[in-house]
């Protein structure tokens, strides 16, 4: 990825890793990809809690693919869904601005700010339906990316009383890096360095460096607090975060993530004990190695 965390909808909605069976291939030498896929029903987990499977499809197309001479060889465009019908714990309950490294989200001092905690007894229950349309091209060392993710997901309050709440979702990110050491990029794969990190004077080098920035938003509807999901006086239904990093590739196996993370939200949300903000600063240090 360009950035260590996903984009804002990608982190909170997008499916994770899930059990289920997939097929997946290219046709019209490889111009079009595709895959179709039935998971269980949470986005991020591995227990099944009804007899109900999501479905899951993508389709990307490439239709320059195969002419070396054109600028728009390296365009890609597409889609993707996830629907199903639902009857699951939250997962995640807390929405946040990266992926969490531990349940314990709302603990002070934590490495990812929440903004949006469900209350308690909250559970997926009803339809869900996510899509996203995407975009990308890649020229030479420059990669544009963007999305545009919409859907809706049904909550209620346990697994029977009041009827479910619908919730409407929506998001988009735009993102743009570009390497600055000569490497060609046709998609985001493993980079090989021109010259990878080896300080002997006769193999010197010190391998491929990349500059990176991104914007993505997520908007719930109002309908998770009317309904009572949320509580609206701690958490806003709105966030916007501004990405800017530096990547170094030592080699192709090994990558150094460098990024200040800006978070903006629409109402000041409760983090610490005691303390509402209305934005946050971070700033990520990862190290990644390809085995």
């Given at each position: 990825?360009?950035?260590?965390?996903?984009?804002?909808?990608?982190?909170?909605?997008?499916?994770?890793?899930?059990?289920?069976?997939?097929?997946?291939?290219?046709?019209f030498?490889?111009?079009?990809?595709?895959?179709?896929?039935?998971?269980?029903?949470?986005?991020?987990?591995?227990?099944?809690?009804?007899?109900?499977?999501?479905?899951?499809?993508?389709?990307?197309?490439?239709?320059?693919?195969?002419?070396?001479?054109?600028?728009?060889?390296?365009?890609?465009?597409?889609?993707?869904?996830?629907?199903?019908?639902?009857?699951?714990?939250?997962?995640p309950?807390?929405?946040t601005?990266?992926?969490?490294?531990?349940?314990?989200?709302?603990?002070?001092?934590?490495?990812?700010?929440?903004f949006?905690?469900?209350?308690?007894?909250?559970?997926?229950?009803?339809?869900?339906?996510?899509?996203e349309?995407?975009?990308?091209?890649?020229?030479?060392?420059?990669?544009?990316?963007?999305?545009?993710?919409?859907?809706?997901?049904?909550?209620?309050?346990?697994?029977?009383?009041?009827?479910?709440?619908?919730?409407?979702?929506?998001?988009?990110?735009?993102?743009?890096?570009?390497?600055?050491?000569g490497e060609?990029?046709r998609?985001?794969?493993?980079?090989?360095?021109?010259?990878?990190?080896?300080?002997?004077?006769?193999?010197?080098?010190?391998?491929?460096?990349?500059?990176?920035?991104?914007?993505?938003?997520?908007?719930?509807g109002?309908?998770?607090?009317?309904?009572?999901?949320?509580?609206?006086?701690?958490?806003?239904?709105?966030?916007?975060?501004?990405?800017?990093?530096?990547?170094?590739?030592?080699n192709?196996?090994?990558?150094?993530?460098?990024?200040?993370?800006?978070?903006?939200?629409?109402?000041?949300?409760?983090?610490?004990?005691?303390?509402?903000?209305?934005?946050?600063?971070?700033?990520?240090?990862?190290?990644?190695?390809?085995?």
């Amino acid at each position: 990825m360009l950035a260590p965390e996903r984009s804002l909808f990608a982190t909170n909605f997008e499916g994770q890793r899930r059990f289920g069976f997939m097929g997946w291939g290219s046709a019209f030498g490889n111009r079009l990809e595709y895959a179709v896929g039935s998971f269980n029903g949470q986005r991020n987990g591995y227990v099944e809690f009804n007899s109900s499977q999501d479905i899951m499809a993508f389709l990307n197309f490439k239709p320059f693919y195969n002419r070396e001479d054109s600028l728009l060889r390296d365009l890609h465009f597409g889609g993707s869904v996830d629907a199903g019908i639902e009857n699951n714990p939250l997962s995640p309950a807390v929405l946040t601005t990266s992926a969490p490294p531990s349940p314990s989200t709302l603990s002070p001092g934590s490495p990812t700010v929440p903004f949006l905690a469900f209350n308690n007894g909250v559970m997926e229950r009803g339809d869900r339906a996510l899509w996203e349309l995407h975009l990308a091209y890649y020229y030479k060392g420059l990669s544009l990316l963007g999305a545009w993710d919409s859907g809706f997901q049904d909550y209620a309050i346990g697994r029977s009383g009041p009827p479910p709440v619908r919730v409407p979702t929506s998001g988009y990110s735009v993102q743009a890096g570009y390497i600055l050491t000569g490497e060609t990029i046709r998609d985001r794969t493993l980079i090989d360095p021109l010259r990878p990190f080896d300080l002997r004077p006769s193999h010197f080098g010190l391998g491929a460096f990349e500059v990176t920035a991104r914007f993505s938003q997520l908007q719930l509807g109002r309908q998770v607090f009317t309904g009572g999901l949320a509580d609206p006086n701690l958490w806003t239904n709105e966030a916007q975060m501004v990405d800017v990093g530096f990547n170094w590739y030592l080699n192709k196996f090994l990558k150094v993530y460098f990024d200040w993370e800006h978070a903006m939200f629409g109402n000041p949300v409760f983090y610490n004990t005691g303390r509402f903000q209305k934005s946050n600063d971070q700033y990520w240090l990862r190290l990644q190695a390809y085995f």
